[in-house]
């Protein structure tokens, strides 16, 4: 750990990468325990995205 403060979320994001993972793997992104897989990828970005999600079929008329 470095030992630095993080004072915003910006911050503490960059200090995650900065950092070496518990498998002592200087970057993470290299370590095959903890990189994130294609499958953990693609999930995120489906979160991430800002489209509004699209209509899945015709409402239901109400009773």
């Known amino acids: 750990m ?3 403060v993080c004072l915003s979320v910006d911050q503490a994001f960059e200090a995650g990468f ?4 518990q498998h002592l793997v200087p970057d993470p992104n290299d ?3 903890c990189r994130l897989t ?7 970005a ?3 995205r800002s489209d509004p999600p699209g209509e899945v079929g015709a ?5």
């Not at 900065?18 to 993972?21: A, G, M, N, Q």
């Not at 409402?59 to 009773?63: F, I, L, T, V, Y």
């Open 18 to 21: 900065e950092e070496p993972c």
């Open 38 to 44: 294609e499958a953990e990828i693609r999930r995120l």
């Open 2 to 4: 470095s030992g630095r």
């Open 46 to 48: 489906v979160l991430l």
């Open 31 to 33: 370590c095959p325990d």
């Open 59 to 63: 409402p239901a008329a109400a009773a």
